[in-house]
């Protein structure tokens, strides 16, 4: 069965603090992504990686940043968490012209 | 530029009626279509997928949906909805590139 674990499925952390959100795939995907998720606005690309080291700006990826060091593993970083980006954050990985697998998602609240 | 669009935000629908959720995109070839379901607190599952061919695709969970070119549409059909299918929906394109856009969402709620 293939897998994308999100390491927390709830984190709370406080404005100003860097915040870590990993995310590991088991299916030896080489791409993978993350995203955030917001009532009323769908799912935004916030980071895509096409392999190892190489990273992709999305959409909305001001605030963010993130880290490839193996293929199997995508890092997103909030390097110093605002209230405004307390939200869902979904990780996902895909193999080149198929879909995408989800992980369980990771909700941020910023206080 | 590429978009999704999913009209109706909630739907709401009696167990054992029909049910059709619509998708609509702007992209300027044929594209990937994806439909996923979100159920509450978890990641999305792919419900079916288009890439070529036959217009008409089955999917997961007795899930069709039908690839519209003239109608620049990928409408999400279920003959019969059970109590279970009472979720969230999301229509997605994607490029050459294997980017992906989702449109909204459509939450759809099930009466007894």
């Known amino acids: 069965d293939v897998k994308v674990t999100q390491s927390s499925r709830y984190l709370v952390k406080r404005t100003g603090e860097k915040v870590f959100l990993e995310c590991v795939q088991d299916?030896?995907?080489?791409?993978m992504f993350w995203y955030r998720q917001d009532p009323g606005l769908g799912l935004r690309l916030i980071y895509f990686s096409y392999d190892v080291k190489m990273k992709e700006k999305g959409d909305i990826p001001e605030g963010y940043s993130v880290s490839r060091e193996k293929k199997e593993r995508f890092s997103l970083i909030l390097e110093s968490a605002s209230t405004n980006q307390t939200s869902m954050y979904l990780c996902?990985?895909?193999?080149?012209?198929?879909?995408?697998?989800f992980g369980e998602g990771s909700r941020l609240t910023v206080l | 530029a590429q978009s999704v669009t999913q009209p109706d935000i909630h739907i709401t629908v009696s167990e054992g009626a029909s049910l059709e959720l619509r998708c609509n995109y702007s992209?300027?070839?044929?594209?990937?279509l994806f439909w996923y379901v979100q159920s509450p607190g978890q990641g999305l599952q792919l419900l079916l997928k288009?890439?070529?061919?036959?217009?008409l695709v089955q999917g997961i969970k007795g899930f069709e949906a039908e690839f519209k070119r003239s109608q620049s549409s990928f409408n999400l059909r279920k003959p019969s909805v059970h109590w279970s299918d009472a979720a969230e929906y999301f229509c997605?394109?994607?490029?050459?590139?294997?980017?992906?856009?989702f449109g909204t969402g459509t939450r759809l709620k099930v009466l007894a």
């Open positions: 997605a394109v994607a490029d050459r590139t294997y980017k992906y856009i």
């Open positions: 992209y300027g070839a044929t594209p990937y």
């Open positions: 288009y890439f070529s061919g036959d217009t």
């Open positions: 299916m030896d995907h080489e791409n």
């Open positions: 996902a990985s895909s193999s080149r012209g198929m879909e995408l697998f």
